[in-house]
C-alpha cells in the first residue's frame, strides 16, 4: 500500500498526542512550495538537513577530543546522531513528533565550528565589535542563507517549526536568543526534547570518552552518586574497568536517565492540563525535565566532569592551541583577502570582511584549520 503524504499526516492525526507538533498544522515556508507526495514536511526537512555540506562536516568536528586523538571518540557528527536517536524515544514515548524532533537534533550543532566549545569561544572573542559568534545563530544561518543547493532561493527553506527550535535551543551552555521566532513563547515539546535530548547525550558520552581515554579513573568517580548506582546494579568494584563494564555502565546510564525524564514530564503534562502545542509554549516553565532526585545527581557529575574532564590539561592545551590557530587565521584573512579562496573574496560585496573571514572559519574542520594554519604559517609547507 502507498502511504501518500494525506495518510501520513492521518497516522500521525491517530498516533500524537494531542500537544504533539502535527506536520499539517505547520506554518510553513518561506518560500512557498509543493511538498513531496510521500512525505511530511518535517521528513522532508530533515532530508534536506542530512543532505548539507555543514552536516558532513561534523565528522570531523571535535566534541571534546580533537579528531586526531583517536577514532573511538566521538566527534561532533556521532554527538549529533546519539542526540537525535535519544530524542526520538522520548518523542514517541511522550506523544510528541519524532520527524520534527530528530530534525532539530540533526541541525542544532550544524553552526559548531572547528575544536568545540573552545572554537566558538575564540570567534566570538574576535567577532566582538561584529556582533560576537554563537553556534546556535550560525546554524540558523547557514539553513536560511549559507548553504546554496537551491536555485530559487539561498539555504534550505525548512518549514517554521524547525527553525524556530533551533533558534530555541537552550542547554546549560547554550542560551537563545529568539527574537523573530516569537520571543515570548517557550519551545515546544519537540524543541524542549531536543534540548534535553542534547544535554544528556553529551553527559553520557564525554563521561564515557573519559573513561576511555583515562583521563577519568572509575576511583576518581568514587563517590558520585550515578555512579554508585551503576556499580552496584552490576555488582562492580574496581579500580579496573574493562570495555564490557564501561559499555554495560554508559547504557544503563542513558537509559536511567531517559526513564526518570519521561516519567517526571508526564506527570508535569497531567498536573498542567496542556491540550495543544500551543499550550505547552504558552507556560512560564519547561515541561520536560528531570525529577528532583535525578536533576541533583545529574548535576553532581556535571560538576564533576568539569573539574576533571573538560578542565583535564590535555584538553586545556589543545584549547590553547585551537585559540592560536583561529585567531592566526581570522588575523591573517583581515590583513591579505587575497589568501581567501577566490569563491569566498567574491562574498565580500554581500557581507563584511570579518563576518566573512568568520563563517569561513566556522564552517573548518579540525584538520582543514590545522592543516591552512601550516600552510599559512610553516614556510615548508606548500600554500
Given at each position: ?174 542560551i537563545s536568543d529568539a527574537t523573530a521566532y516569537d520571543p515570548d513563547l517557550r519551545g515546544n515539546l519537540e524543541t524542549q526534547i531536543a534540548n534535553v535530548a542534547d544535554e544528556l547525550a553529551y553527559t553520557a558520552h564525554d563521561l564515557d570518552d573519559g573513561l576511555r581515554s583515562g583521563m577519568i579513573t572509575p576511583t576518581q568517580l ?162
Amino acid at each position: 500500500m502507498f502511504y501518500d503524504r494525506q495518510k501520513l499526516e492521518e497516522i500521525e492525526e491517530q498516533s500524537l498526542a494531542p500537544y504533539g507538533m502535527h506536520s499539517k498544522n505547520s506554518k510553513g515556508r518561506v518560500h512557498p512550495g509543493g511538498e513531496p507526495a510521500y512525505r511530511t514536511a518535517f521528513q522532508r526537512d530533515r532530508d534536506r538537513i542530512l543532505h548539507t555540506t555543514a552536516f558532513r562536516r561534523l565528522e570531523y568536528k571535535t566534541q571534546v577530543f580533537i579528531n586526531y586523538e583517536g577514532d573511538y571518540f566521538r566527534t561532533r557528527l556521532t554527538h549529533t546522531l546519539e542526540v537525535a536517536q535519544i530524542g526520538r524515544t522520548i518523542a514517541r514515548a511522550l506523544g510528541g513528533n519524532e520527524d520534527l524532533t530528530e530534525s532539530i537534533c540533526l541541525a542544532h550543532d550544524l553552526g559548531h565550528p572547528a575544536f568545540g566549545h573552545s572554537g566558538e569561544v575564540v570567534l566570538n572573542r574576535l567577532m566582538k565589535d561584529h556582533n560576537g559568534f554563537d553556534h546556535n545563530k550560525q546554524s540558523v544561518r547557514i539553513v536560511t542563507k549559507l548553504e546554496e543547493r537551491y536555485p530559487e532561493f539561498l539555504g534550505l527553506n525548512l518549514t517554521w517549526e524547525v527553525r524556530e527550535g533551533m533558534v530555541k535551543h537552550e542547554s546549560e551552555y547554550d542560551i537563545s536568543d529568539a527574537t523573530a521566532y516569537d520571543p515570548d513563547l517557550r519551545g515546544n515539546l519537540e524543541t524542549q526534547i531536543a534540548n534535553v535530548a542534547d544535554e544528556l547525550a553529551y553527559t553520557a558520552h564525554d563521561l564515557d570518552d573519559g573513561l576511555r581515554s583515562g583521563m577519568i579513573t572509575p576511583t576518581q568517580l568514587e563517590g558520585i552518586e550515578l555512579w554508585e548506582i551503576l556499580s552496584e546494579t552490576f555488582n562492580w568494584s574496581g579500580p579496573v574497568l574493562d570495555d564490557i563494564s564501561r559499555h554495560r555502565m554508559i547504557r544503563r546510564l542513558v537509559g536511567i536517565e531517559v526513564s526518570d525524564l519521561v516519567s517526571a514530564t508526564d506527570a508535569r503534562l497531567k498536573e498542567s492540563g496542556v491540550a495543544s502545542s500551543l499550550d505547552i509554549q504558552k507556560l512560564s516553565y519547561n515541561l520536560l525535565g528531570h525529577s528532583e532526585d535525578m536533576t541533583r545527581r545529574n548535576r553532581e557529575l556535571k560538576d564533576f566532569l568539569y573539574t576533571k574532564l573538560y578542565r583535564h590539561p590535555r584538553v586545556v592545551r589543545m584549547a590553547v592551541k585551537a585559540e592560536r590557530i583561529i585567531s592566526d587565521l581570522f588575523q591573517a584573512y583581515l590583513e591579505e583577502p587575497a589568501i581567501l579562496p577566490v569563491h569566498i573574496q567574491t562574498l565580500v560585496e554581500k557581507r563584511s570582511l570579518e563576518r566573512i573571514a568568520c563563517d569561513y572559519i566556522a564552517g573548518m574542520t579540525d584538520r582543514y584549520a590545522v592543516d591552512e594554519h601550516r600552510k599559512l604559517f610553516d614556510p615548508f609547507v606548500k600554500p
